[in-house]
Structure formats: C-alpha cells, structure tokens
C-alpha cells in the first residue's frame, strides 16, 4: 500500500513547460500547486543551467520571493527521526531554475488538513518584515558612510592620513581636502607644513599633528632602508 501511495504522489508532479525550459510558474508558485503541496517530503529536483540534480527535503515552496528552499542533508537511518531534528544544508533555487522534479518520498507534515506553510514541518516563522527592511536601511547607511570615507582623486598616502585621523577625530572629505573636527584643513601634500585652522582651534590643531606625526613615524618604520 506504501508503494502505491507513494507512485499516487509521484505522479502529481508538475508539468514542465517546454516552451520556457523550467517549470511552468503557475504549476509552481500558487498556493495549490503540487510543489507547494509538496512542502515536508523528499525530493529531486534538476535545476538550470547546468542540469544540476539536488536531493533533500523540501523546506518551503515561497510564491512571494518565487523560490524554493531544499534541505540536502541526508535523511536519517531511523525513518521515524523528526525532520526538525535533521541536520541542515539548505539551497535557495528560484522558480525561474527548476526544470524538472519529482516526489520521492512522502515527507513528515503536520495534523493540519492545510497545504504548504501551516503544515511544514519543522515550523516556519513568520517574517518579521519591518525588522528586514531596518536591517536593510541600516546597512545603506554604512555603505554610504563607507562610501564618503573615501578620497575621490586622492593618492593612496593621502587616503592612508585620512583613515589614520579618522580613527581618532570625525573626518571627512572635501574634494581632495581633509576636514577634521570640521575645523582643520588637511590640504595637499598633505604634510605637517598643510595643517590649516582658524584661530582659536589651535588644540584641535595640536591633535591632527599628533596623529600625522605617528603616522609619518610608522611609515618610516616599515619601510626598508636602501643599502642595508
């Protein structure tokens, strides 16, 4: 009876749609698709664009993101073992890659009489979408600071300064100068002789110096003397 259940599942496969060499969307993504369905149970799927054959359980089938996620770590020698216990070696695929794939085992599922999500097993949480896009936003905003940190036309010692006094004090770029304390000027050559301020922010100035003399004193530390 196993067996005849299980060829009854293998033969709800979808349909692979010739014309855009992969799976047909609408037999993948929607909610009553087989795939979708499919959520739990194990699988082999051949994947574009090099006929790619992946075996695992599936984890998720998403028609919002259009991918699936199959975990191929091998099953368990004891057959009874809980899917949430198996070990994880998960691989995103879109829709767009599947070319061909079938059911080849009935996987573990919920006592829910719902597909997909609600049943899969282990639990899928939902996402917290507010917490992605704060991540999302956070991380532009240290690619942009990233970006400004970086000298436009600007030599490789003078961007070496840079990132030496802004270690210590806020620095940023003004075209090729360097504003520091948003006071000292750092112009080129980029010398002691080209810390520039205006009166009564000598201390700031006392520091800049400080921080380029070191850095002066290290670069002549590392670099090896001619003639021995």
Known sequence: MADNKRQSVVGKVATPNLKTGGVATKDVGDADSNLYKAV??????????????????LFTACNTTNAIAINTAPAPPNPSASLSSQPGDYHIIPFAHILSF?????????????????SAVPNIAKVDMAALMAREEQTIREMK????????????????????????????????????????????????????????????????RKIMERHFQKRAAATPRKGG
Request: hydrophobic share 35%; charged share 25%; with cysteine.
């Open 40 to 57: 739990g149970s194990r699988i082999k799927i051949t994947c574009a664009p090099n006929n790619n054959v992946l075996e695992g359980t």
């Open 102 to 118: 079938e059911i080849i085992g009935l996987g573990e599922r919920g006592q829910q009489t719902n597909a997909g999500f609600d």
């Open 145 to 208: 600071k990233k970006d400004e940190q970086k000298g436009k036309g600007v030599s490789r010692e003078a961007q070496d300064i840079f990132d030496a006094v802004s270690r210590t004090l806020p620095a940023e770029w003004h075209q090729q100068d360097i504003v520091v304390n948003q006071a000292v000027l750092i112009k080129p050559p980029y010398t002691l002789d080209s810390i520039k301020a205006p009166a009564g922010k000598e201390q700031s100035v006392i520091q800049v």
